[in-house]
């Protein structure tokens, strides 16, 4: 399974999708919608070279923030920055993933060590030690998690629910993701494993508890991909549940059908689908469920309190119809030859999009890697 970091906070989550064919190095913008209280939704300039995102926050403190690791191993963070969850630690640099929490944001380097910063209250950014062997990271309202290469999780943080108190056997994990106070783990066999705050039954893993491919957590409910295309979900907002944290957010609209990717936010989920599109469900109170126009070429979601956000690539795609195609040959041509008629005729369009080897200039070195796009 492709090292989906989903991490996700309160509901946030993370995804990450490292690692994954249709991530290419040094492409990436993100685009984000929903709650803006705090600037979570404004991306910092330049808006370019992201290779996965993030989303924090939690009703608890009100607040919202969200991340995004670029190409170049930074991390970049914006919104809610009470608690510093801006902060990145120097040195920003050696990210591979990228998770929010609650108040607080984590970063996996790529020698296997987590940094963690912002809200601390619980001891959330203090990782145990030893710090070393992690491949995945994920945060949840007050705590958080980290997988390690050989199969374990490791939690801290906040735990009055138990969220913190892997079930053993603890081995065998390949994925990891956080809830508000509930953890959850996918095991080799595709089950999930979930654990801590189970109010609403975000722990109980509806039957059969087989064929998963990647979790997510949401504020108090639980998210889980199939091998088939299809997400589970359960917990708050699922059949059959009300009050005042039930939105729907656990009734899967159909098609049920072609999604790649997911993630859980407060009261909301995204399902990223194999063509590009994102479907969202739940609470739309802040227009976290409005996909901005045009719902394509995205190839990553994350969630956070309140708001959304898509990872879209671009490379390739020199028409901006959010498809590589054969459509894109002429464009490609004329951004090759003539980036000047090119601005003129794609007004809308970023001719960095014909960047397909991506070092960050247009030109011949580019062809054969667009030409690879064509024909996957
Ligand atoms: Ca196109
Ligand atoms: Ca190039």
Known sequence: ????????????????LLGSATLRAQDGSIVAWGRNNYGQCNVPA?????????????????????????????????GANTYGQWNVPAPNSGFVAVAGGGGHSLGLKADGSIVAWGRNSSG??????????????????????????????????????????VPPPNTGFVAVAAGYAHSLGLKTDGSIVAWGY???????????????????????H??????????????????????????????????NTGFVALAGGWWHSLGLKADG??????????????????????????????????????????????????????????ALTDPAAYKLKYPNCDIMNGDCNGDGKVDNFDIDPFVELLTP
């Open 124 to 165: 959330q950014c203090n990782v145990p030690a030893p710090n070393t062997g992690f491949v995945a990271v994920a945060g949840g309202g007050g705590h958080s998690l980290g997988l390690k290469a050989d199969g374990s999780i490791v939690a801290w943080g906040a735990n009055p629910s138990g969220q913190c108190n």
């Open 198 to 220: 189970n109010y609403y039954g975000q722990c109980n893993v509806p039957a059969p508890n087989t064929g998963f491919t990647a979790v997510a957590g949401g504020g108090w």
């Open 277 to 334: 599109s994102i479907v969202a469900w739940g609470d739309n109170a802040n227009g976290e469920l409005n996909v901005p126009a045009p719902n394509t070429g995205f190839v990553a979601v994350a969630a956070g309190y309140g708001h959304s956000l898509g990872l879209k690539a671009h490379y390739g795609d020199l028409n901006c119809d959010g498809a590589v195609n054969n459509f894109d040959i002429d464009p490609f041509v004329l």
């Open 222 to 255: 639980s998210l889980g991909l199939k091998a088939d295309g299809s997400i589970v979900a359960w917990g708050a907002g699922g059949p059959g549940q009300s009050g005042p944290n039930d939105h729907g957010q656990s009734i899967v609209p159909a098609p």
């Open 46 to 78: 330049p808006n370019t070279g992201f290779v996965a995102v993030a989303g924090g926050g939690s009703a608890e403190i009100a607040q919202g923030h969200s991340l995004g690791l670029k190409a170049d191993g930074s991390i970049v963070a914006w």
């Open 1 to 16: 399974m492709k090292k989906t970091i989903v991490s996700m906070l309160c509901g946030c989550v993370l995804a990450g």
